[in-house]
């Protein structure tokens, strides 16, 4: 049984489009993270939701918008989308906050052409 | 702003021998985290240190925190090839989230 699941696994497509990446967990954690790893393997938090609720907001483009249907989902959609988006995306869950160890799902690579 | 820096960036090193990664923050936290990341794979957790003087070991894995000297210690004993990946290390900045270290490459050759 896969804890985060995320899709897709990888993401090609061109400058300018909208895209989704849909995250799921079955753990029955309260808040699930989004996060951006680059090519230098930086890996930052984007948002941050709790029992469907933004906690965490970093200084992201309004292009990503983060949507949290229940608390076991946390799907993340990109507008307009530029070739510096190109990263492996990260969603991560935890019970209650960050202080609790984070699972962290398998990654969606996202490529801009 | 909380940061965390490792050192160092990359590591090669050979089957056997032992080395120390270094995980620096910049302010006050009393919970950090040890993650170990494989080419094109996930982030598994290692260890949690939650308090000073904390000292968790796994295998040839051993992590230590000093709170007071904000800096935690991945101790690698006799080296073997399947430890070759990226480590990282993340501080619970109080803020309800997690600030990860910059990462440590490691690659064991024989």
């Known amino acids: 049984d896969t804890a985060v699941s995320q899709t897709p696994k990888y993401l090609v497509t061109q400058m300018g489009n909208d895209k989704s990446i849909k995250c799921e967990q079955n753990l029955g954690h309260d808040t699930m993270y989004w996060y951006k790893q680059d090519s230098k393997k930086f890996l930052k938090i984007m948002f941050s939701?709790?029992?469907?609720?933004?906690?965490i907001n970093e200084t992201v483009p309004n292009r990503f918008s983060p949507k949290s249907p229940d608390k076991a989902h946390l799907n993340l959609h990109i507008n307009s989308l530029e070739l510096g988006d190109s990263a492996v995306y990260f969603c991560?869950?935890?019970?209650?906050?960050?202080?609790?160890?984070?699972?962290f799902g398998a990654g969606t690579r996202l490529s801009v052409l | 702003e909380l940061k965390v820096e490792q050192n160092p960036l990359f590591l090669s090193m050979q089957e056997g021998k032992n080395y120390t990664i270094y995980c620096n923050y910049s302010?006050?936290?009393?919970?950090l985290y040890w993650y170990r990341q494989d080419p094109g794979k996930s982030l598994e957790s290692l260890f949690v240190?939650?308090?000073?003087?904390a000292v968790k070991q796994e295998g040839r894995l051993m992590a230590s925190l000093d709170t007071k000297a904000r800096l935690s210690t991945l101790h690698i004993t006799a080296a073997v090839h399947d430890l070759s990946a990226t480590y990282f290390c993340?501080?619970?900045?109080?803020?309800?989230?997690?600030?990860f270290g910059t990462g440590t490459r490691l690659q064991v050759f024989p």
């Open positions: 993340a501080v619970d900045g109080n803020t309800d989230k997690l600030i």
């Open positions: 939701y709790n029992n469907k609720e933004l906690i």
């Open positions: 302010t006050t936290s009393d919970r």
């Open positions: 991560a869950s935890s019970p209650r906050g960050a202080k609790n160890i984070q699972y």
């Open positions: 240190l939650l308090s000073n003087g």
